[in-house]
């Protein structure tokens, strides 16, 4: 609420902290040489600047703003850019100021341990030789990317900062996929359970993944829409045979937006299912009883003449009256019983 009415350029933070400090880390690269290290002070980046390499200048923390307007003093940015950055409340999107572009994201990871999904929002500036990401949190997330750089792997150790921007938006999407794919195998076991044994925590767990779906939803659907944006944009900073690539993450994030609708869709299926066993079994329930109390009313009958209060009952004389009583309440019910089978109604 206290940044309500506060200037768009304006470089505050807004969202939850997230660590302590703010760690700088920098990877500068070619085909040949990979130099990386974390560095104390944001000029260290400037001597990198107008290399003939690929620079990668990670932030982890966006807390302290003084860091930030350094960075952006650093590379002379739009004070719109930094505000953006700050702002990880953000709907993704992509900008093109010119000299760079902004894009922001919402990455999500799943915790192994308690399988609890998290949010973060990721941005990443975009300039001919360097490519800034700031991050909430410190994270392994973008290891993989890392890695390839480490090994020398030829598509990115001479792609331009452009194909290193598309490697860390890939490693966002393949999350989206794996995340909803581990969902989506819950659900579709849930339906095995719903189907032998509609119990109540079924319902319960239906909801929960309804819930957790439609907060995937939420957050993937607008990376879908900065994703086709990013891909139709015309800017000198990103290379024609670099968009080949941002296409390919567009068929990879409609996969999936794809997929969640899907598992959206059979967990409505699910829940009609759930609905309509439970009014099944009712009405077995209602049939059967129904069927209980008709067999019994004739026989109720019965017993009610004999249990009358008259002196005189003829049949009462009679040595059998008790077994033949009997008999005729038995050849009733056993009647009924043929009669409603008869009828298809057991």
Aim: net charge negative.
């Amino acid at each position: 609420k206290e940044h309500i009415g506060l200037a768009p350029d304006d470089i505050s933070f807004k969202g939850e902290k997230k660590m302590d400090e703010v760690v700088l880390r920098l990877v500068d690269y070619n085909s040949e040489n990979l130099e990386e290290k974390v560095i104390e002070r944001v000029d260290t980046i400037l001597s990198h600047q107008k290399k003939p390499t690929v620079t990668w200048f990670n932030i982890d923390g966006l807390h302290e703003s003084e860091i930030i307007e350094q960075i952006g003093e650093s590379f002379d940015f739009d004070k719109l850019v930094l505000a953006e950055v700050m702002d990880t409340n953000s709907r993704p999107k992509v900008h093109d100021f010119g000299d760079c572009i902004l894009l922001s994201i919402k990455m999500l990871q799943q915790n192994e341990k308690n399988h609890l999904i998290s949010v973060e929002n990721l941005s990443l500036v975009l300039t001919e030789s360097v490519l800034l990401s700031f991050q909430e949190k410190r994270g392994d997330v973008f290891e993989p990317v890392r890695e390839r750089i480490r090994n020398n792997k030829k598509r990115i150790r001479t792609g331009g900062t452009d194909y290193l921007a598309f490697a860390l938006l890939d490693i966002v999407v393949d999350n989206y996929i794996y995340i909803v794919g581990v969902l989506g195998g819950k659900i579709e076991t849930l339906e095995e359970t719903l189907l032998e044994e509609p119990r109540k925590s079924v319902i319960d767990e239906i909801y929960t993944y309804k819930r957790e779906m439609n907060f995937l939803r939420k957050n993937i659907a607008p990376a879908k829409e900065m994703i086709l944006a990013l891909s139709k944009i015309e800017s000198e900073l990103i290379a024609e045979s670099s968009r080949i690539h941002f296409k390919e993450l567009l068929d990879n994030i409609n996969q999936a937006v794809d997929s969640s609708e899907t598992y959206r869709e059979i967990l409505s299926d699910q829940l009609n299912i759930y609905h309509t066993t439970i009014s099944s079994k009712l009405n077995d329930v209602m049939k059967f009883l129904t069927i209980f109390s008709v067999i019994f009313i004739p026989l109720t009958f019965i017993a009610g003449i004999y249990g009358t209060n008259f002196d005189v009952v003829p049949e009462l004389k009679y040595q059998y009256s008790y077994f033949i009583m009997w008999g005729v309440m038995i050849i009733v019910a056993i009647g009924m019983l043929l009669y409603f089978k008869k009828r298809k109604w057991l």
